[in-house]
């Protein structure tokens, strides 16, 4: 299992390709691997997964879902919905994502990958300084979830 840290930015190219960070390639568990790039249900991002990744998270929200009514028909449509695979070339570690997704989390010319453990994020630079949460709006918001004081984290 891969565990995506950091954060590297990284320029579209003439053909709309992008270099995807080494650091993050040399964290991947399949070095390489194909990536599921979707978009993000809650916010202007991308997400990519390492298929094993996928796999999980598709199984598991498989599983939550009936699939034999409408409503649970129209979840899993709308889960499978502006995703796609990509590979990061042998080369020179370049990655094409579909141009509709990145036009989708309004992308220029810059993004920002995140690595966020299981996955990685992909932000138009110019959206992912405006979309973090002021930290002591965090602060309170992860002693709500967690239930612990924030001493130090």
């Given at each position: ?56 998270l598709?199984?598991?929200?498989k ?37 509709h ?13 995140v ?6 994020q ?32």
């Open positions: 299992m891969a565990a995506f840290i950091g954060e590297y930015t990284s320029k579209l190219d003439d053909r709309g390709r992008l270099i995807f960070p080494s650091e993050l390639r040399a964290q991947a568990a399949d070095k390489g691997g194909s990536y599921v790039v979707r978009k993000n249900v809650f916010n202007a991002s991308l997400e990519l997964y390492t298929m094993e990744e996928w796999d999980k598709s199984a598991q929200v599983s939550r879902i009936n699939l034999l009514t409408q409503a649970g028909n129209e979840v899993w449509e709308g889960f499978n919905r502006n995703r796609a695979i990509v590979t990061p070339d042998e080369k020179m570690s370049r990655i094409t994502i579909p141009k997704l990145l036009e989708k989390i309004g992308v220029q010319k810059e993004v920002i990958f690595g966020q453990d299981f996955k990685i992909v932000w138009a630079k110019e959206n992912w300084m405006a979309a973090a949460m002021p930290e002591k709006e965090f602060a309170v918001l992860f002693e709500k979830l967690l239930g612990q004081p924030t001493n130090g984290l």
